[in-house]
């Protein structure tokens, strides 16, 4: 049984030296000149400014979960892509429906004003 999980095993310690030795290996080599704008932080491009605190819009958090779940579709249909030939008639027409259903929820939301940030 040992031999079955002994490559995985093998490649798990490798990857896990290589992580630590890199880390190691960057931190004795590596120059050390901290300043305060390489300290400061820093994301999408943007310096903080404003509190932590700041509140969004309602609108934000629903552009995200439309996001997700169309783009979550993708995922049923990989393996249908992958099936495809197998499944035939029966299966492009179960994915046509199940493509429709989707765009009369996207025609929806696009309807209902929910994709339009202002």
């Given at each position: 049984m040992l031999d079955i999980y002994l490559p995985i095993l093998t490649?798990?310690?490798?990857?896990?030296?290589?992580?630590?030795?890199?880390?190691?290996?960057s931190r004795l080599v590596g120059q050390k000149r901290p300043s305060e704008v390489k300290l400061a932080p820093y994301e999408c491009g943007m310096p903080p400014v404003g509190s932590a605190r700041?509140?969004?819009?309602?609108?934000?958090?629903?552009?995200?979960?439309?996001?997700?779940?169309?783009?979550?579709?993708?995922?049923?249909?990989?393996?249908?892509?992958?099936?495809?030939?197998?499944l035939g008639l029966f299966g492009f027409i179960e994915m046509s429906v199940f493509i429709l259903i989707l765009l009369v929820g996207y025609v929806y939301v696009w309807k209902k004003g929910a994709l339009e940030w202002e």
């Open positions: 490649l798990i310690v490798i990857a896990l030296a290589f992580a630590v030795g890199s880390t190691v290996f700041e509140r969004f819009s309602v609108k934000f958090y629903i552009i995200a979960m439309l996001f997700i779940v169309f783009d979550i579709e993708v995922v049923f249909m990989y393996p249908w892509a992958v099936m495809f030939k197998k």
